[in-house]
């Protein structure tokens, strides 16, 4: 029997899937509702539907999973009770935060509350203990006193303990002496060390990351372990259960358990890893992704082939400091409501119908008008080929409540209302386009779109003009793109060590031996997860800053070992890389090094799209039918060709107005536009000449 890897991402609305077999080639996909009381059941639910046509359990040979449950843990605040062990006289840290109110709209909001605390003062433990900025002990760590403080916070049935001592990244015994004692004394209990998490400088920084580890650990873990039983249960026995993890990368069920945090972008980074991976066959190096799903719209640059790595990401106002894919998400789905403000004006957003009870148009009891219920009373979606017509959507109560809702108070028509929707949202979205573009000094012309996700291809085409974007690449699944780039990830973890000093006056021999020390880590991690020598990929990486700035960049370093050439070699590649990332460059200023960083890669054998040729068929052979859609007042109602997406070979040429129709998603084509379809199957738009 052929061997099947399968894939799923968890949305707020749907979950996708995508089953590739490895003998054939062939990729399937299907799409099922998600459950957000039991996220796990919808993954269930649709590797059921892969054991529904005649696959054996023990044939799945891969299992990937992008997840959102750490992230809803974090946002929904429904995460362990949470410990914090710090340094003596440190405890006000983690309070203080920042001693900022936040950039942008919060500097004027005079209602701006600081997010809050995950781990109360009431749970913060001091213990007795100081390594100084060297990494050498200045005081012994109190073990009694330390005893005394886990004992404190197991009377007070915390869940979770976050441990982040001063200077532990430089010496961590102390934080490795607390680990003894809890496995004694307190073993029940989640463990996250700081070292362990992210053993860097900046004190708050690490502890915030370290805290949002502990605080949605025993979620995670107890989520990945029932799945895993589950999955079990059904029959799957392969070893290779893995978690995509928000730095483009996977990881096992086990280290995702360990190290949750590294999970909170973990469904978009697979859009991003699956556009990258796409656009490469399709020979495009500049591409932006646009992610439009059923409650958010997520977007990401990829620059020369390169995506773009944060380490100052930020959940709900909350600093997470690990390495990450540089993901801009708005609230913009398909379920983003619409609705009349208090003062008589329209309000797209920001909060969701989701999946239950979802839009209108479901029938699920959805009362409040979406993105997709002005999608279908525009004539975008046909209401009996939604999912591939596994799903009818009930345009007349779409349209009843549209009117009544939105319409009829704002004395609109019922397809102006609908219009207007749409307009509001897709500027929303053009907005999160520029923060990754125009505002970071690139030229927005120079790039493809790539859209995907149920929404993306629906509103890319206006999106595209309105913007001045050049084309538009639209794979040809979709609906199921961050599921499909589950299957071309790699493992990858992150390593991180600080060491403070100026460039010019490094010893290129403690690059090395620090570089050393990490590299032997990462050759061990993965050699535990079972890869070999053969078969692991490191790069290495330095964190460069002008002396006197309070942030800095990480820029390639060439690969250990490291000589005193490289650091004028180095000194110009964050000179440069500055420029290009704040419009300015200062040569004559002095450099500072702040971190060394490496990234190892495990390789795991890709899942290979391979191109298809034409058979010659005619256009007119995918030609479904036509329907009238609303244009907006530019063109009003036009009639518009309806074209099958399964039916579509290279070559063909659609001319706008159009709309493509698949099981994943509604593909619109613009008056002002035309696709055609190349050689794996996307397709790629562009304005009329």
């Known amino acids: 029997m052929a061997k099947y890897r399968v894939t799923v991402d968890t949305g707020g609305t749907f979950s996708d899937f995508v089953f590739f077999n490895e003998e054939t080639g062939k990729i399937s996909i299907t799409k099922v509702s998600s459950t957000p009381k039991e996220p796990f059941q919808a993954v269930l639910n649709g590797v059921q539907e892969l054991l529904d046509q005649g696959v054996a359990a023990k044939d799945i040979s891969f299992f990937c999973h992008g997840t959102t449950v750490g992230t809803n843990t974090l946002l929904e605040g429904k995460g362990a009770k949470t410990g914090l ?93 607390i680990k003894e004692i809890m496995e004694k004394e307190f073993p029940e209990a989640t463990l996250s060390l700081s070292y362990e998490i992210l053993p860097q400088i900046r004190e708050f920084y690490r502890m915030s990351t370290t805290v949002i580890n502990a605080y949605i650990a025993p979620v995670v873990g107890r989520y990945l372990g029932r799945l895993e039983r589950s999955l079990r249960e059904k029959g799957v026995t392969t070893p290779k259960l893995y978690i995509m993890q928000s730095n483009g990368g996977v990881s096992t069920f086990q280290g995702s358990a360990k190290k949750p945090a590294a999970t909170v972008l973990s469904g978009p980074a697979g859009g991003v890893i699956a556009s990258l991976g796409i656009s490469q066959r399709a020979g495009i190096k500049n591409i932006i992704t646009f992610d439009m799903g059923g409650t958010s ?55 969701s119908a989701g999946a239950d009870p979802g839009p209108i148009c479901y029938g699920h009891g959805g009362q409040e008008v979406t993105i997709t219920d002005a999608n279908l009373v525009l004539g975008v979606l046909n209401p009996d080929k939604f999912l591939g017509g596994k799903m009818k959507l009930n345009k007349p109560k779409a349209e009843k409540l549209v009117e009544e809702k939105i319409a009829r108070p704002l004395g609109l028509n019922l397809l102006q209302a609908a219009d207007g929707i749409l307009k509001i949202i897709n500027v929303k979205m053009e907005e999160a386009i520029k923060a990754v573009s125009s505002q970071r000094g690139y030229d927005i012309r120079d790039f493809t ?86 078969e692991m990929a490191l790069q290495t990486f330095l964190d460069l800053r002008y002396a006197g700035q309070g942030y800095e960049l990480t820029v390639p370093s060439p690969m250990p070992p490291f000589k005193a050439a490289d650091i004028d070699l180095m000194r110009q590649r964050f000179d440069s890389q500055h420029e290009q990332a704040h419009g ?21 054998p890709q899942a290979k799209l391979s191109p298809v040729r034409s058979t010659g068929k005619k256009l007119a052979a995918a030609k479904s039918g036509e329907r009238k859609i609303f244009f907006g007042k530019e063109h009003g109602m036009l009639n518009c060709h309806i074209y099958s997406r399964e039916l579509l070979e290279p070559e063909h040429k659609i001319t706008g107005p159009a709309v493509i129709e698949q099981m994943d998603t509604t593909t619109v084509i613009h008056p002002e536009q035309e696709a055609t379809v190349d050689s794996y199957r996307n397709l790629i738009v562009k304005e009329k000449r």
């Open 584 to 604: 300015h460059k200062a040569e004559s200023e002095p450099v500072e090094l702040v971190s060394l960083r490496l990234v190892s890669t495990g390789l795991v």
């Open 297 to 351: 719209c997520d977007v990401a640059l990829i620059s020369d082939g390169n995506p773009v790595i944060t380490t100052q990401g930020r959940i709900n106002q909350r600093p997470i400091s690990l390495p990450m894919l540089d993901i801009h998400t708005v609230s913009a789905g398909g379920g983003t409501i619409a609705r009349i403000d208090a003062v008589g004006g329209l309000q797209v957003g920001p909060d």
């Open 449 to 534: 779109l790539v859209a995907f996700g149920g929404g993306g291809p629906m509103h890319a085409g206006k999106i595209a003009l309105d913007l001045g974007v050049p084309s538009l690449l639209i794979p040809f699944a979709p609906g199921v793109t961050s599921a499909l780039g589950l299957l071309m990830s790699d493992v990858k973890h992150d390593y991180v060590r600080s060491k403070l000093a100026a460039l010019k006056e490094i010893d290129p021999e403690e690059v090395n031996r620090l570089f050393s020390q990490i590299m032997d880590q990462a050759r061990a991690d993965l050699r535990s997860e079972g890869f070999n020598d053969n």
């Open 85 to 177: 062990l710090v340094t003596a006289g440190f405890r006000g840290i983690y309070e203080v935060m920042e001693q900022t109110r936040g950039y942008g709209p919060a500097t004027y909001d005079l209602f701006f509350e600081k997010p809050k605390l995950l781990a109360p003062p009431y749970y913060t433990e001091e213990i007795p203990e100081r390594v100084d900025f060297r990494g050498e002990v200045l005081k012994p760590i109190d073990i009694e006193s330390s005893l005394q403080a886990i004992r404190g916070l197991k009377q007070k049935k915390v869940e979770s303990v976050a441990v982040c001592l001063l200077f532990s990244f430089l010496n961590p015994s102390h934080e490795l002496k």
